[in-house]
């Protein structure tokens, strides 16, 4: 995309704690035979990120979009902003 002058930049916060992530993580759970709090807590032995998932306003949060923005060169403002925001 680069050649074309087609920037892009995103987030990529690998699982998102969602209805259906929990429903599709529950039926995994079921073909397994274990609880979904089982489940949960040995999916989440593998995460690196402290053993969370993201939540929906970890992704949708102004700081994470302007962070975005700001990474590809441009402000959605008109000025320039340091921010800092966890992701």
Known sequence: MGEYGIRCNCLVPGSVDTEAWRSYRQRLA?????????YKADFLKNVPLKGQISSTEDVTKPGA???????????????????AAPI
């Open 65 to 83: 979009v302007f962070w975005s923005a700001m990474k590809a060169g441009r402000s959605p403002g008109n000025r320039s902003t340091s921010i």
């Open 30 to 38: 079921a073909e397994k035979g274990v609880d979904f709090e089982t």
